[in-house]
């Protein structure tokens, strides 16, 4: 059964036109960035194949962290500029033994955890395939672990170069985000891909030995919890599940307090934006996914109850 579309039209008045989008190519000295924070447990390393992000105006951008990096932005507002690190392959080839060694010498996998504040498969990908030249560089030195976050189902061009990375021995494992199962929210942009494409892309990853999981992050108002989370245990072989609340690297949510998203959730959902409603969520994916759930950083490490 196949999640239902919302039926709660979008408010013209407030649907703001979009800005432009400016590409341009740049250079990078060091594609691989020791992680803190939040990803510290998750992996040694994440990546960038670029800089900025073409989903920036779309639904998960009105929400994404990323806004609020003042260094990252350089003055520019966020979903207006998408940075191709053309060298990103070979950066990647310079250092990826030398940090495979400083995690070693940490005591963890050499990990990457592709992408934290870009999404690799964006449109533009098609032109410049600068995850695709990432993922051959990777066949010539490969991680221990590579975790694959998007919300793009371009991901699924990546099939073979994914396949040839998992027979090589890296634990692999491909995220793709489905934060709910209705296409719109009130107010906000509609999705980079619709609910129906992510799902597709999803049961061809699973169909060809990826292992796959949905990313609810974050979890937004679900129409039908029962629909959902049977059409998520079909298309992949995990889920997680990650509030705003605890989940956005701030305390209490503050960063997405300061976005229209939890007003939108609301008028949906009250109890959407309350950590009782993804305890409810987390019950529901259990009826489906025993033993198969990740909730917060432990899902995202692959950690699930």
């Not at 073409?54 to 009105?62: D, E, K, N, W, Y």
């Not at 350089?74 to 310079?94: K, M």
């Not at 989940?247 to 959407?272: I, Q």
Request: proline share 9%; glycine share 6%; net charge positive.
């Amino acid at each position: 059964m196949r999640p239902a579309p919302a039926r709660t039209p979008l408010p013209p008045a407030l649907a703001a036109p979009p800005m432009r989008l400016t590409v341009h190519n740049t250079t990078v000295e060091k594609i691989l960035t020791r992680t803190s924070g939040y990803l510290r447990t998750v992996a040694s390393h994440s990546l960038q194949p670029y800089r900025g992000c073409s989903f920036g105006q779309t639904l998960c951008g009105a929400f994404c962290y990323v806004q609020h990096s003042r260094h990252l932005l350089s003055g520019r507002p966020w979903g207006t500029f998408l940075d191709v690190r053309t060298n990103a392959a070979a950066s990647y080839l310079r250092s990826a033994r030398a940090e495979a060694e400083w995690a070693r010498r940490t005591g963890m996998p050499f990990g990457i955890f592709l992408s934290s504040v870009t999404d690799p498969f964006p449109p533009q990908e098609k032109q410049f395939g600068v995850t695709a030249a990432l993922l051959e560089a990777m066949r010539e030195r490969p991680p221990q672990q590579l975790i694959v976050q998007t919300h793009s189902p371009l991901v699924t061009e990546a099939i073979p170069r994914l396949r040839a990375l998992q027979a090589a021995g890296v634990e692999l494992r491909v995220q793709v985000t489905i934060e709910t199962d209705r296409e719109r929210l009130p107010g906000l942009p509609a999705p980079p891909a619709s609910v129906r494409r992510r799902f597709e892309a999803c049961r061809a990853l699973k169909a060809a030995g990826l292992r796959t999981v949905v990313a609810v992050a974050p979890l937004l108002p679900i129409q039908d919890s029962r629909a959902f989370f049977r059409a998520v245990a079909e298309a992949a072989d995990a889920v997680v599940i990650d509030h705003f609340v605890g989940g956005d690297g701030s305390a209490r949510g503050t960063r997405t307090l300061r976005t229209a998203l939890p007003d939108a959730m609301k008028t949906v959902e009250p109890r959407s934006v309350t950590l009782e409603y993804r305890d409810e969520m987390v019950l529901r994916a259990r009826e489906f996914l025993p033993g198969r759930v990740g909730v917060g950083i432990d899902g995202f490490a692959g950690r699930y109850a």
